[in-house]
């Protein structure tokens, strides 16, 4: 019996099924050989234990390292040879060119692969990377849609797929992963209507969806997100009006709505909401009504953008209250008086 275990252990067992064999296996032999020393009994349990840990660790890292080679696969133009010479099973997985792993697991936690020129797909094995945090392969020639095993990655915080040709419609699914702090797709060929499930990401921070082809209105569900710090969705062909904020968000600095199809009054309440917004860009929508007064008491503004709109009043005298600002783009519009 204990040649038996000799055995499994040379032949490198990494499953869980291997790992409950030896445990039974070892409690056969406690009750067997009851007199044998009980300190022997604990050691052979603590070798199999540790054996059972890094067999099953092993294992782990080797699904990481079969998405990242199936990754390797999808790409069809490597012009700078960084995939084709590193990514390699002559080296540990951790050592592969734009890969981190982390100190403790050993599993892939980020992969960043940005500026790289690739070009092709995302495979469906991505979803794999399970102890995935990070995901930035900005400024390449990716295309195609986003694979749904990608909603498998639940650890993930960033995501940045920005300046890349992908396309299809911004999947819902996005919704789910709730650990997101930054979500970057600008730059790319997204079509359709923006996901009101975004609204269900509670720490996102930033929401980067610049120069797409999105349609449709904007979802007022994205300003129900209190960590919400800066919205991009400018140069996309978004209609209807600008959404009503329902509660305060502190910490939104920086909104982008420029070049889309807006339309209707800039709400009333809105900077009553956003007491720390530092730049505001409207510009290029059709925006009409009057400049809420409120808007002058976001004393942090520095950029305020509203050109090229239906715009009308006079502007009011409050506007020199604003200290901070440095940028003003308020031309191309129907404004009185003098400014």
Known sequence: MRGSILVCIKNGLSSNLACAFLVSLTNSISIDLATQNQMGNTFLRLALFIICHFSLAASDI????????????????????????????????????????????????????????????????????????????????????????????????????????????????????????????????????????????????????????????????????????????????LHGSIPSIPHDLLSLESIYFTYNNLTGHIPNDMFDRVPNLKELFLSGNMLSGTIPDNLFKCKELQSLSLSLNELEGSLSVEIGNLNMLQFLSIGGNHFEGNV
Request: glycine share 8%; proline share 6%; net charge negative.
């Open 62 to 237: 080797l699904t990481d390292q079969s998405a990242l080679l199936a990754l390797k696969d999808n790409v069809i133009q490597d012009p700078q040879n960084v995939l084709t010479t590193n990514w390699s099973i002559s080296f540990p997985v951790c050592n592969w060119f734009g890969v981190s792993c982390g100190s403790e697991h050993r599993r892939v936690t980020a992969l960043n692969l940005t500026g790289l020129e690739l070009v092709g797909t995302l495979p469906p094995d991505l979803g794999n990377l399970s102890f995935l945090s990070l995901l930035y392969i900005t400024n390449n020639r990716f295309y195609g849609r986003l694979p749904v095993e990608l909603s498998n990655l639940q650890r993930l915080e960033h995501i940045d797929f920005g300046n890349n040709s992908f396309s299809g419609e911004i999947p819902s699914w996005l919704g789910s992963l709730t650990e997101l702090r930054e979500l970057g797709f600008y730059y790319n060929n997204f079509d359709g209507l923006i996901p009101f499930s975004l609204g269900s990401l509670p720490k996102l921070e930033i929401l980067n969806l610049f120069e797409n082809q999105l349609s449709g209105p904007i979802p007022s569900s994205i300003f129900n997100i209190s960590s919400l710090q800066m919205i991009y969705l400018g140069r996309n062909m």
